[in-house]
């Protein structure tokens, strides 16, 4: 997420043309969030099994933080990829309520509050007893 969002596409921007750099970055993040969604439903499934186990050994419930982190997760992916890529097209052909510059803005908080998400499920895994 860091490679794609912090330094792939500030290079594109920086090195291309901008509406060649538009178009590849968009194709970046095409990838990245089907890719997301994929590991997202992976840690999905990891934080059921980790409630299952938990409540099983009578230490708490089956909906623990990690599945919520994860959900939350691939939640930002949803609406901040796919809920705001046509509307980002709308605004870029002069359609819609809300501009282009804002609608950026809204997918690049749904991006970094992801990247919170993901970096907070990626610590408590780390953290878990094996």
């Given at each position: 997420m860091l490679g794609i969002g912090g330094v792939?596409?500030?290079?594109?921007?920086?090195l291309l043309?901008?509406?060649?750099?538009g178009r590849v970055a968009a194709r970046l993040f095409s990838?990245?969030?089907?890719?997301?969604?994929?590991?997202?439903?992976?840690l999905v499934l990891v934080g059921l099994q980790l409630g299952r186990d938990r409540a099983e050994g009578t230490q708490g419930s089956r909906f623990?933080?990690?599945?919520?982190l994860a959900l939350a997760a691939v939640?930002?992916?949803?609406?901040?990829?796919?809920?705001?890529?046509?509307?980002?097209e709308?605004?870029?052909?002069g359609q819609g309520s809300l501009s282009f510059a804002a609608l950026h803005g809204i997918s690049s908080v749904f991006f970094a509050l992801r990247l919170a998400l993901v970096a907070i499920l990626?610590?408590?895994?780390?953290?878990?007893?094996?």
């Open positions: 792939a596409a500030p290079a594109l921007f920086s043309p901008r509406a060649d750099a990838l990245e969030a089907t890719i997301g969604v994929c590991a997202g439903a992976f623990g933080l990690e599945l919520i939640a930002c992916i949803v609406a901040g990829y796919y809920a705001l890529q046509p509307m980002l709308a605004a870029r052909a990626a610590w408590r895994l780390s953290a878990l007893p094996s």
